[in-house]
């Protein structure tokens, strides 16, 4: 099957810092990247889309100046969390939506990234 | 509009019985219904999937049964077993929207041996 990957899987940074977190397709191209952010005990929250070669589509109340996202290529998103606060510490999962076929809306999850800000 | 309900929080089952999960939508747009099965500390996976065009779909132990009437879908996992102890999402999508899913709130489900 379709396998997503995040790097790094958990970081620990200063307030004030910034983090980059990566999300690769490995075997498929991805038109399409997702970035949530998900608290302890609660749901997804989705917090932007991007397709590659354009700019990021955030949803509401997410603030795009400190979550920067990049898709530069068909297989890696980043996005970067600028002067972090302990407020972000979060687990970040990123998924990714290939080009249209069998995959119908089929999302595939990457394995998620642990941030903690001290 | 965009709300994905589900129900119930949390859900414990004995291992062998038939574990139920129900999600209720409001958006009739809404024309892909997916399952997630997440486990502590890893990013979802997905279970299943139905379209609306279909009133169930089974793959293995697990069913997804579908009332487009109702605007409600749920998730049942047969002869259910410890190793499916994880978190459930369900969630829906509209294809006009960049496949975007709106998530319902997640089921917690325990299955004791």
């Known amino acids: 099957g379709a396998v997503v990957s995040q790097h790094p899987s958990w970081v620990i940074c200063k307030s004030g810092t910034s983090v980059k977190i990566e999300c690769r397709s490995l075997?498929?191209?991805?038109?399409?990247m997702f970035w949530y952010r998900q608290f302890p005990k609660q749901s997804l929250m989705l917090m932007a889309t991007?397709?590659?070669?354009?700019?990021?589509?955030?949803e509401q109340g997410v603030e795009k100046d400190k979550f920067l996202i990049n898709h530069a290529s068909l297989t890696l998103s980043t996005l970067t969390v600028t002067s972090a606060h302990p407020e972000d510490s979060s687990f970040y999962i990123c998924?990714?939506?290939?080009?249209?076929?069998?995959?119908?809306?089929?999302?595939?999850f990457g394995p998620g990234t642990r941030l903690t800000v001290l | 509009q965009q709300q994905v309900k589900q129900s119930p929080q949390s859900l414990i089952v004995q291992k062998g019985g038939i574990s139920i999960i129900n999600c209720a939508y409001e958006?009739?747009?809404?024309?892909?219904f997916p399952w997630y099965q997440q486990f502590p500390g890893k990013g979802p996976a997905l279970l299943i999937a139905?379209?609306?065009?279909?009133s169930e779909k089974k793959e293995g132990r697990f069913t997804i049964s579908f009332n487009k009437s109702a605007k409600q879908f749920s998730l049942h996992i047969m002869d259910s077993q410890p190793g499916d102890s994880a978190t459930y999402f369900c969630a829906a999508s509209f294809y006009n929207q960049g496949g975007k899913l709106i998530f319902g709130q997640g089921t917690e489900l325990s299955v004791k041996p």
């Open positions: 139905i379209r609306p065009d279909v």
């Open positions: 075997d498929f191209q991805a038109t399409t």
């Open positions: 998924s990714a939506r290939g080009l249209s076929g069998n995959s119908y809306n089929e999302q595939f």
């Open positions: 958006n009739t747009a809404f024309d892909y």
């Open positions: 991007s397709n590659e070669g354009s700019k990021a589509t955030y």
